[in-house]
Nanobody
Framework: QVQLVESGGGSVQAGGSLKLSCAAS????????MGWYRQTAGKERELVST???????NYADSVKGRFTISQDNAENTLYLQMNSLKFEDTAVYYC?????????????????WGQGTQVTVSS
C-alpha cells in the first residue's frame, strides 16, 4: 500500500523559509514523477512543482526562483525548499506521486496523494 506523508509545514512570517518533506512508503509501480500541489479554501488544487524520474523539474510561475524541489531516492523522500515566502503562498501543501497510465492515452498521472500539511505565511 502506497503512503505519502508530508511534514515541515507551519507558520512563518513573510520573507521566511520552510522546507517540506514527503516520505513515501510502499512500491509505486511504473512511477514517473513526484510533485507538490497546494490548495486554499474555495479554490482548486494547483500545481506547485514536479520532478520527473529523469530529474527534470517544473515550477508554477508564481514560485519560480523561490521554491526548489528535490528528492532523495535512497530515502524515498521528496522535498520542497520554500524561500522568500509570501502571504499568497498560504495553503495546504500536498505531496503526490505519478504513475504511467496507458488508457485512454499514455500519460504520467498523479495518482497517489498525501494528507497535506498546512503552510501559513503572515504578512
Amino acid at each position: 500500500q502506497v503512503q505519502l506523508v508530508e511534514s515541515g509545514g507551519g507558520s512563518v512570517q513573510a520573507g521566511g523559509s520552510l522546507k517540506l518533506s514527503c516520505a513515501a512508503s510502499g512500491y509505486i509501480l511504473r512511477r514517473c514523477g513526484m510533485g507538490w500541489y497546494r490548495q486554499t479554501a474555495g479554490k482548486e488544487r494547483e500545481l506547485v512543482s514536479t520532478i520527473r524520474s529523469d530529474g527534470s523539474t517544473n515550477y508554477a510561475d508564481s514560485v519560480k526562483g523561490r521554491f526548489t524541489i528535490s528528492q532523495d531516492n535512497a530515502e524515498n523522500t521528496l522535498y520542497l525548499q520554500m524561500n522568500s515566502l509570501k502571504f499568497e503562498d498560504t495553503a495546504v501543501y500536498y505531496c503526490a506521486a505519478a504513475t504511467w497510465e496507458d488508457q485512454p492515452t499514455i500519460r504520467c498521472n498523479y495518482k497517489y496523494w498525501g494528507q497535506g500539511t498546512q503552510v501559513t505565511v503572515s504578512s
